[in-house]
């Protein structure tokens, strides 16, 4: 056994990272409302959908929004960040694979398919029907850019020291100004998730979908929107 390892592992206040931040409420339920906007729409198109292979992608998508809350708490912020962008890819991979079955068999197949973030928004902006309008509404493709490549930089080490403790294992602990901004980007990137599927899945699904949740999907949004989107007073 490594004691080095052991040691260092030991050293960190793991329960207590998570108890400070369980003493936030408003970061907690900040937290929480993103998570819950991710929960909404895997439970819709779960129910909708059933029986499309593609909805691994929202399964994955809604364990990692599971993974950034448990690592905010660890005050793993910076893995966090992995873990947001992963939620994002995987509202684009189900937006693009659910009606695409052939392709889908291929990337599990085939090591050597895959699709990029801008694969997806080329094809629904030549093939998904009213795409460039409803995105144009939500301003979707511009902030889903700014918000990915902000997010790269921090997954890739762009930005040194961006979102980490220090540069050893003994500096894990709780930083309540560095979680103040992770939150804030966890709920960019739920808003993503839920502007994403409101251009891209909601005009086939909408009507189907439950009351409460298309109330807790549009909060927020100006009449305004709703019309452009061609959304229901829910």
Not at 47 to 73: D, K, T, W, Y
Not at 106 to 131: G, M, W
Not at 144 to 173: E, L
């Amino acid at each position: 056994m490594n004691s080095k390892l052991v040691a260092a592992l030991g050293s960190v206040d793991w329960s207590g990272n998570a108890k400070l931040l369980c003493d936030e409420g408003d970061l907690c339920s900040r937290i929480e409302n993103a998570n819950l906007i991710l929960a909404i729409w895997s439970k819709q198109l779960e129910q909708i959908e059933a029986g499309n292979p593609a909805l691994s992608f929202v399964r994955e998508m809604q364990h990692c929004g599971h993974h950034v809350a448990s690592l905010l708490g660890l005050a793993l912020y910076k893995p966090a960040a992995a873990s947001m962008r992963a939620l994002v890819e995987c509202a684009l991979y189900y937006s693009y694979f659910r009606s695409h079955p052939v392709e889908l068999a291929t990337l599990v197949r085939n090591p050597k398919y895959y699709l990029q973030r801008k694969d997806i928004v080329d094809f629904h902006e030549l093939h998904t029907l009213d795409y460039s309008s409803r995105q144009a509404c939500l301003n979707l493709n511009s902030g889903m850019s700014k918000w990915y490549s902000a997010t790269s930089a921090t997954v890739h080490g762009q930005i040194p020291g961006a979102w980490s403790n220090g540069i050893s294992v003994t500096d894990i602990v709780f930083d309540k100004t560095k979680v103040i901004v992770a939150i804030a980007h966890f709920e960019e990137a739920a808003q993503l998730v839920n502007d994403t599927f409101l251009c891209v899945v909601a005009q086939d699904i909408w009507r189907y979908m439950d009351h409460s949740a298309k109330l807790l999907i549009t909060k927020g949004l100006s009449g305004a929107k709703k019309v452009a989107l061609n959304l229901d007073k829910a």
